[in-house]
Protein backbone atom coordinates (compact mmCIF):
# COMPACT_ATOMS: atom_id res chain seq x y z
CA UNK A 1 0.00 0.00 0.00
CA UNK A 2 1.29 3.40 -0.97
CA UNK A 3 2.72 5.48 1.79
CA UNK A 4 3.92 8.27 0.52
CA UNK A 5 4.02 10.78 -2.16
CA UNK A 6 7.10 13.11 -3.20
CA UNK A 7 5.83 16.01 -5.44
CA UNK A 8 8.30 18.09 -7.71
CA UNK A 9 8.31 21.26 -9.58
CA UNK A 10 10.20 20.87 -12.95
CA UNK A 11 13.42 23.01 -13.22
CA UNK A 12 13.90 26.46 -14.61
CA UNK A 13 12.74 26.50 -18.55
CA UNK A 14 13.59 28.26 -21.82
CA UNK A 15 10.26 30.89 -22.21
CA UNK A 16 8.13 31.16 -24.62
CA UNK A 17 5.39 34.05 -25.65
CA UNK A 18 1.68 33.42 -26.79
CA UNK A 19 -0.45 35.85 -28.76
CA UNK A 20 -3.83 36.39 -26.22
CA UNK A 21 -6.05 36.82 -29.70
CA UNK A 22 -4.84 33.73 -31.54
CA UNK A 23 -3.60 31.50 -29.63
CA UNK A 24 -0.20 31.26 -31.67
CA UNK A 25 3.01 30.40 -29.53
CA UNK A 26 6.35 31.63 -30.43
CA UNK A 27 9.70 30.83 -28.89
CA UNK A 28 13.49 31.55 -29.44
CA UNK A 29 14.67 29.03 -28.29
CA UNK A 30 13.73 25.66 -30.86
CA UNK A 31 11.94 23.18 -28.71
CA UNK A 32 13.21 19.60 -28.97
CA UNK A 33 9.19 17.83 -29.65
CA UNK A 34 8.90 21.09 -32.25
CA UNK A 35 5.65 22.61 -29.86
CA UNK A 36 6.64 25.76 -28.70
CA UNK A 37 4.76 25.50 -25.92
CA UNK A 38 6.98 22.50 -24.64
CA UNK A 39 10.22 24.16 -23.91
CA UNK A 40 13.28 22.46 -22.48
CA UNK A 41 15.21 23.26 -19.50
CA UNK A 42 17.09 26.16 -19.45
CA UNK A 43 21.10 25.39 -18.83
CA UNK A 44 20.39 27.09 -15.13
CA UNK A 45 17.25 24.29 -14.86
CA UNK A 46 19.67 21.57 -15.91
CA UNK A 47 21.52 22.23 -13.06
CA UNK A 48 18.75 22.80 -10.81
CA UNK A 49 17.93 19.15 -12.06
CA UNK A 50 21.06 17.53 -11.37
CA UNK A 51 20.88 18.98 -7.72
CA UNK A 52 17.43 17.55 -7.22
CA UNK A 53 18.41 14.38 -8.66
CA UNK A 54 21.32 14.01 -5.78
CA UNK A 55 18.63 15.43 -3.54
CA UNK A 56 16.05 12.56 -4.59
CA UNK A 57 18.91 9.69 -4.23
CA UNK A 58 19.28 10.06 -0.77
CA UNK A 59 15.50 10.74 0.64
CA UNK A 60 13.97 7.97 2.48
CA UNK A 61 12.24 6.18 2.33
CA UNK A 62 13.51 5.66 -1.16
CA UNK A 63 11.16 6.05 -4.42
CA UNK A 64 9.59 2.94 -6.02
CA UNK A 65 7.34 4.47 -8.30
CA UNK A 66 7.44 7.13 -10.62
CA UNK A 67 4.95 9.56 -12.78
CA UNK A 68 4.81 12.73 -14.78
CA UNK A 69 3.57 15.19 -16.51
CA UNK A 70 3.92 14.27 -20.01
CA UNK A 71 5.50 17.93 -21.23
CA UNK A 72 9.58 17.49 -21.89
CA UNK A 73 10.82 19.79 -19.19
CA UNK A 74 9.42 17.71 -16.25
CA UNK A 75 10.75 14.63 -18.11
CA UNK A 76 14.17 16.30 -18.46
CA UNK A 77 14.02 17.48 -14.70
CA UNK A 78 13.75 14.07 -13.63
CA UNK A 79 16.57 12.31 -16.02
CA UNK A 80 19.30 12.79 -13.99
CA UNK A 81 17.69 10.80 -10.99
CA UNK A 82 16.28 8.23 -13.25
CA UNK A 83 19.45 7.91 -14.94
CA UNK A 84 21.40 7.38 -11.37
CA UNK A 85 18.89 4.98 -10.41
CA UNK A 86 19.18 2.94 -13.12
CA UNK A 87 22.85 2.90 -12.75
CA UNK A 88 22.51 1.84 -9.41
CA UNK A 89 19.91 -0.80 -10.16
CA UNK A 90 22.18 -2.30 -12.39
CA UNK A 91 24.94 -2.47 -10.51
CA UNK A 92 22.91 -4.27 -7.44
CA UNK A 93 21.63 -6.88 -10.74
CA UNK A 94 25.25 -7.60 -11.51
CA UNK A 95 26.10 -7.82 -8.23
CA UNK A 96 23.34 -10.64 -7.60
CA UNK A 97 24.11 -12.23 -11.13
CA UNK A 98 27.70 -12.70 -9.88
CA UNK A 99 26.85 -14.08 -6.63
CA UNK A 100 23.90 -16.18 -7.59
CA UNK A 101 21.75 -13.79 -4.86
CA UNK A 102 18.36 -13.13 -5.54
CA UNK A 103 17.52 -9.63 -7.03
CA UNK A 104 14.28 -7.42 -6.01
CA UNK A 105 15.27 -4.29 -7.80
CA UNK A 106 12.02 -2.60 -9.67
CA UNK A 107 12.79 -1.63 -13.22
CA UNK A 108 13.72 1.91 -13.24
CA UNK A 109 10.12 3.27 -15.15
CA UNK A 110 8.91 6.42 -15.75
CA UNK A 111 4.89 6.50 -15.88
CA UNK A 112 3.78 9.74 -18.64
CA UNK A 113 0.26 11.05 -17.40
CA UNK A 114 -1.27 13.84 -18.90
CA UNK A 115 -3.64 14.51 -15.90
CA UNK A 116 -0.58 15.99 -14.18
CA UNK A 117 -0.08 17.88 -17.07
CA UNK A 118 0.47 21.99 -17.31
CA UNK A 119 -2.36 24.82 -16.77
CA UNK A 120 -2.96 26.94 -18.99
CA UNK A 121 -6.33 28.58 -17.80
CA UNK A 122 -9.47 29.72 -19.75
CA UNK A 123 -9.16 31.19 -23.09
CA UNK A 124 -11.20 31.11 -26.38
CA UNK A 125 -8.30 29.09 -28.42
CA UNK A 126 -7.45 25.47 -28.32
CA UNK A 127 -4.91 24.57 -25.76
CA UNK A 128 -1.56 23.07 -26.58
CA UNK A 129 -1.14 19.70 -26.14
CA UNK A 130 2.01 17.61 -25.46
CA UNK A 131 4.28 15.34 -27.67
CA UNK A 132 2.92 11.80 -28.38
CA UNK A 133 4.82 9.10 -26.36
CA UNK A 134 6.37 8.36 -29.40
CA UNK A 135 8.30 11.59 -29.82
CA UNK A 136 8.85 11.46 -26.53
CA UNK A 137 10.22 8.27 -26.41
CA UNK A 138 13.02 9.28 -28.78
CA UNK A 139 14.07 11.79 -26.03
CA UNK A 140 13.75 9.59 -23.22
CA UNK A 141 14.34 5.83 -22.21
CA UNK A 142 12.46 4.03 -20.15
CA UNK A 143 8.89 6.12 -20.64
CA UNK A 144 5.84 4.10 -20.18
CA UNK A 145 2.39 5.31 -21.22
CA UNK A 146 -0.59 3.85 -20.61
CA UNK A 147 -3.18 2.97 -23.92
CA UNK A 148 -5.78 5.22 -21.48
CA UNK A 149 -4.92 7.70 -20.17
CA UNK A 150 -6.39 8.89 -16.78
CA UNK A 151 -7.78 11.87 -17.39
CA UNK A 152 -6.76 14.44 -20.37
CA UNK A 153 -7.20 18.12 -19.65
CA UNK A 154 -9.66 19.61 -21.59
CA UNK A 155 -8.09 21.85 -25.11
CA UNK A 156 -10.73 24.33 -24.21
CA UNK A 157 -8.64 25.51 -20.83
CA UNK A 158 -9.69 25.34 -17.20
CA UNK A 159 -10.93 27.42 -14.52
CA UNK A 160 -9.23 27.17 -11.11
CA UNK A 161 -11.96 24.99 -9.89
CA UNK A 162 -11.92 22.62 -12.81
CA UNK A 163 -7.91 21.93 -12.46
CA UNK A 164 -8.28 20.97 -8.60
CA UNK A 165 -10.69 18.27 -9.78
CA UNK A 166 -8.86 17.14 -12.86
CA UNK A 167 -5.69 16.75 -10.22
CA UNK A 168 -7.71 15.30 -7.38
CA UNK A 169 -9.00 12.82 -10.22
CA UNK A 170 -5.84 11.60 -11.97
CA UNK A 171 -4.28 11.50 -8.01
CA UNK A 172 -7.13 8.92 -7.08
CA UNK A 173 -6.87 6.78 -9.05
CA UNK A 174 -3.12 6.93 -9.72
CA UNK A 175 -3.33 5.67 -5.87
CA UNK A 176 -5.67 3.19 -6.47
CA UNK A 177 -3.33 1.58 -9.35
CA UNK A 178 -0.34 2.24 -6.92
CA UNK A 179 -2.46 0.04 -4.11
CA UNK A 180 -3.30 -2.50 -6.44
CA UNK A 181 -0.04 -3.22 -7.75
CA UNK A 182 1.45 -6.66 -6.27
CA UNK A 183 4.82 -5.27 -6.41
CA UNK A 184 3.59 -3.24 -3.58
CA UNK A 185 5.12 0.30 -4.09
CA UNK A 186 5.47 2.41 -0.77
CA UNK A 187 6.70 5.65 -2.15
CA UNK A 188 5.50 7.40 -5.18
CA UNK A 189 7.29 10.16 -7.24
CA UNK A 190 5.05 12.70 -9.09
CA UNK A 191 6.78 15.79 -11.53
CA UNK A 192 4.24 18.28 -12.47
CA UNK A 193 4.24 22.22 -12.57
CA UNK A 194 3.73 25.01 -10.16
CA UNK A 195 -0.39 25.05 -10.66
CA UNK A 196 -0.60 21.32 -10.57
CA UNK A 197 1.94 21.25 -7.89
CA UNK A 198 -0.12 23.60 -5.30
CA UNK A 199 -3.56 22.11 -6.29
CA UNK A 200 -1.62 18.13 -5.85
CA UNK A 201 -0.93 19.79 -2.31
CA UNK A 202 -4.66 20.59 -1.75
CA UNK A 203 -6.36 17.51 -3.48
CA UNK A 204 -4.62 15.52 -0.95
CA UNK A 205 -4.97 16.99 1.52
CA UNK A 206 -8.54 17.81 1.28
CA UNK A 207 -7.66 21.37 2.09
CA UNK A 208 -9.34 23.65 -0.64
CA UNK A 209 -9.08 27.64 1.15
CA UNK A 210 -12.26 30.10 0.36
CA UNK A 211 -9.48 32.19 -1.54
CA UNK A 212 -8.00 30.13 -4.08
CA UNK A 213 -4.74 32.51 -4.72
CA UNK A 214 -4.19 31.91 -1.25
CA UNK A 215 -0.65 30.99 -0.77
CA UNK A 216 -0.73 27.18 1.20
CA UNK A 217 1.53 24.75 -0.61
CA UNK A 218 5.10 26.22 -2.03
CA UNK A 219 6.04 25.37 -5.66
CA UNK A 220 9.40 26.66 -6.76
CA UNK A 221 11.48 25.26 -9.67
CA UNK A 222 12.93 21.67 -8.67
CA UNK A 223 11.25 22.67 -4.93
CA UNK A 224 10.50 19.15 -3.04
CA UNK A 225 7.45 18.10 -1.11
CA UNK A 226 6.70 15.12 0.44
CA UNK A 227 2.80 13.97 1.75
CA UNK A 228 2.26 10.58 4.14
CA UNK A 229 -0.62 8.58 4.15
CA UNK A 230 -3.05 9.35 7.26
CA UNK A 231 -3.79 6.68 9.46
CA UNK A 232 -7.08 5.34 9.34
CA UNK A 233 -9.47 8.27 11.61
CA UNK A 234 -7.04 10.77 11.46
CA UNK A 235 -7.74 14.09 10.23
CA UNK A 236 -11.42 15.29 9.15
CA UNK A 237 -14.04 13.02 7.66
CA UNK A 238 -16.71 14.35 5.48
CA UNK A 239 -19.22 13.08 2.98
CA UNK A 240 -18.11 12.56 -0.29
CA UNK A 241 -17.52 10.06 -2.95
CA UNK A 242 -14.23 8.04 -2.94
CA UNK A 243 -14.55 5.06 -3.99
CA UNK A 244 -17.32 4.96 -6.13
CA UNK A 245 -16.99 3.68 -9.70
CA UNK A 246 -17.69 6.91 -11.67
CA UNK A 247 -14.89 7.43 -14.23
CA UNK A 248 -13.88 9.98 -16.64
CA UNK A 249 -15.07 9.60 -20.08
CA UNK A 250 -13.00 10.36 -23.00
CA UNK A 251 -15.86 10.99 -25.09
CA UNK A 252 -16.52 13.60 -22.45
CA UNK A 253 -13.44 15.44 -22.17
CA UNK A 254 -14.28 18.27 -19.78
CA UNK A 255 -16.70 16.38 -17.72
CA UNK A 256 -14.58 15.53 -15.11
CA UNK A 257 -16.31 12.85 -11.86
CA UNK A 258 -16.69 14.58 -8.68
CA UNK A 259 -14.46 12.16 -5.87
CA UNK A 260 -15.59 14.51 -2.79
CA UNK A 261 -12.06 15.48 -1.81
CA UNK A 262 -12.82 18.49 -0.18
CA UNK A 263 -13.65 19.59 3.36
CA UNK A 264 -10.54 18.11 5.04
CA UNK A 265 -11.28 14.59 3.13
CA UNK A 266 -8.81 14.15 0.68
CA UNK A 267 -7.94 11.30 -1.95
CA UNK A 268 -6.81 8.09 -1.09
CA UNK A 269 -7.78 8.70 2.63
CA UNK A 270 -6.27 12.03 3.16
CA UNK A 271 -2.41 12.59 3.13
CA UNK A 272 -0.64 14.87 5.74
CA UNK A 273 2.21 17.64 3.84
CA UNK A 274 5.10 16.79 6.01
CA UNK A 275 7.67 18.80 3.86
CA UNK A 276 6.63 22.04 1.98
CA UNK A 277 8.36 23.62 -1.13
CA UNK A 278 11.51 22.70 0.21
CA UNK A 279 14.78 23.70 -1.57
CA UNK A 280 17.81 23.82 0.76
CA UNK A 281 19.48 21.37 -1.54
CA UNK A 282 19.32 24.11 -4.11
CA UNK A 283 22.39 25.61 -5.02
CA UNK A 284 20.65 29.03 -5.76
CA UNK A 285 17.51 28.29 -3.00
CA UNK A 286 14.09 29.11 -3.95
CA UNK A 287 13.42 30.58 -6.99
CA UNK A 288 10.83 31.27 -9.53
CA UNK A 289 7.56 31.09 -7.51
CA UNK A 290 4.23 30.86 -8.52
CA UNK A 291 1.20 31.01 -6.90
CA UNK A 292 -2.92 31.50 -8.34
CA UNK A 293 -3.19 35.56 -7.87
CA UNK A 294 -0.48 35.81 -10.61
CA UNK A 295 -3.48 33.76 -12.61
CA UNK A 296 -5.54 35.77 -11.62
CA UNK A 297 -3.61 39.25 -12.66
CA UNK A 298 -2.76 37.78 -15.73
CA UNK A 299 -6.64 37.48 -16.94
CA UNK A 300 -6.78 41.19 -15.55
CA UNK A 301 -4.32 42.04 -17.73
CA UNK A 302 -5.36 40.43 -20.72
CA UNK A 303 -8.81 41.40 -20.40
CA UNK A 304 -7.97 45.43 -19.87
CA UNK A 305 -5.40 45.32 -23.35
CA UNK A 306 -8.73 43.24 -24.74
CA UNK A 307 -10.72 46.58 -23.86
CA UNK A 308 -8.50 48.28 -25.07
CA UNK A 309 -7.51 47.07 -28.44
CA UNK A 310 -11.78 47.19 -28.70
CA UNK A 311 -12.38 51.01 -28.22
CA UNK A 312 -9.30 52.15 -30.23
CA UNK A 313 -10.11 52.26 -34.29
CA UNK A 314 -7.02 53.87 -36.25
CA UNK A 315 -6.03 55.99 -33.69
CA UNK A 316 -9.26 57.15 -32.92
CA UNK A 317 -11.50 55.62 -29.87
CA UNK A 318 -15.03 54.61 -30.37
CA UNK A 319 -17.24 54.36 -26.96
CA UNK A 320 -19.82 51.07 -26.85
CA UNK A 321 -22.76 51.57 -25.28
CA UNK A 322 -24.45 48.68 -24.06
CA UNK A 323 -26.60 48.38 -20.73
CA UNK A 324 -26.42 44.27 -20.69
CA UNK A 325 -23.08 44.25 -21.52
CA UNK A 326 -20.95 42.08 -25.29
CA UNK A 327 -19.06 39.79 -26.00
CA UNK A 328 -15.88 41.31 -27.02
CA UNK A 329 -13.99 37.71 -27.94
CA UNK A 330 -14.07 38.49 -31.71
CA UNK A 331 -12.99 42.33 -31.98
CA UNK A 332 -9.55 43.67 -34.25
CA UNK A 333 -7.72 46.64 -33.46
CA UNK A 334 -9.35 48.93 -36.32
CA UNK A 335 -12.87 47.41 -35.76
CA UNK A 336 -15.66 50.20 -35.52
CA UNK A 337 -18.05 48.93 -33.61
CA UNK A 338 -21.71 50.36 -32.18
CA UNK A 339 -24.34 48.81 -30.16
CA UNK A 340 -27.74 49.21 -28.90
CA UNK A 341 -29.29 48.86 -25.71
CA UNK A 342 -29.63 45.14 -26.05
CA UNK A 343 -27.12 42.18 -25.06
CA UNK A 344 -26.09 41.35 -28.60
CA UNK A 345 -22.82 39.30 -29.82
CA UNK A 346 -20.56 41.31 -31.85
CA UNK A 347 -18.19 39.49 -34.48
CA UNK A 348 -15.79 40.18 -36.59
CA UNK A 349 -14.85 43.23 -38.36
CA UNK A 350 -12.06 44.63 -40.67
CA UNK A 351 -11.10 47.46 -42.79
CA UNK A 352 -14.27 50.15 -42.47
CA UNK A 353 -16.78 47.86 -42.20
CA UNK A 354 -19.27 48.71 -39.27
CA UNK A 355 -21.45 46.08 -38.58
CA UNK A 356 -24.67 46.49 -37.05
CA UNK A 357 -26.35 43.67 -35.72
CA UNK A 358 -29.99 42.63 -34.09
CA UNK A 359 -30.85 39.17 -33.38
CA UNK A 360 -34.40 40.06 -34.00
CA UNK A 361 -33.99 41.40 -37.51
CA UNK A 362 -30.86 40.26 -38.74
CA UNK A 363 -28.33 36.86 -39.45
CA UNK A 364 -25.09 37.08 -37.29
CA UNK A 365 -22.62 36.66 -39.79
CA UNK A 366 -24.31 38.52 -43.39
CA UNK A 367 -25.21 41.68 -42.26
CA UNK A 368 -22.66 44.35 -42.75
CA UNK A 369 -22.29 47.60 -44.06
CA UNK A 370 -19.27 49.64 -45.83
CA UNK A 371 -18.55 53.11 -45.34
CA UNK A 372 -21.65 55.53 -44.91
CA UNK A 373 -23.85 52.71 -45.79
CA UNK A 374 -26.67 52.27 -43.13
CA UNK A 375 -27.97 49.25 -42.21
CA UNK A 376 -31.29 50.06 -40.11
CA UNK A 377 -32.45 47.64 -37.18
CA UNK A 378 -35.53 47.93 -34.77
CA UNK A 379 -33.26 50.25 -32.31
CA UNK A 380 -31.37 53.49 -32.96
CA UNK A 381 -27.79 52.41 -32.42
CA UNK A 382 -25.52 54.15 -29.80
CA UNK A 383 -22.99 57.17 -30.89
CA UNK A 384 -19.88 56.37 -31.90
CA UNK A 385 -18.03 59.11 -30.26
CA UNK A 386 -15.09 59.93 -32.82
CA UNK A 387 -12.36 62.01 -31.66
CA UNK A 388 -14.45 63.78 -29.66
CA UNK A 389 -18.08 64.54 -31.48
CA UNK A 390 -20.73 62.05 -31.61
CA UNK A 391 -21.50 60.68 -35.45
CA UNK A 392 -23.96 58.05 -36.40
CA UNK A 393 -23.67 55.33 -39.01
Not at 120 to 136: K, M, N, T
Not at 152 to 161: A, D, F, L, Q, W
Amino acid sequence: MLENIYVVRHGYRSNWVVDPQTGTYSTTVKSPTGIASDPALASYGVQQAVQLGEHLLQVQPPVDLIYSSPFYRCLQTLSPFTDALADRQAKIDLSALETDAPTHGRKVRVNVEPGLGEFYGLARFDHPSPASIEVLNQHFPRLHAEKSPIVVPSKNGESITQLHDRVAYCLSELIKRADADPSGPKTLLICTHAASMIAIGRALTGRMPEDETEEDFRCFTCSFSKFTRRQPGKGVEVDGDWGQEASWDPLEPDEVPDIGWRGGKGVGGGWECEINGDCSFLQGGEERGWNFEMETQRIAKLEQEETEALTKTNGKYATLENKQGVDLQDLDLHDIVTNGAQSLPLRHFSGDEAFLQNPNTFNDKKNNTTNSDLLKANYSPAPVRDGGRDEKL
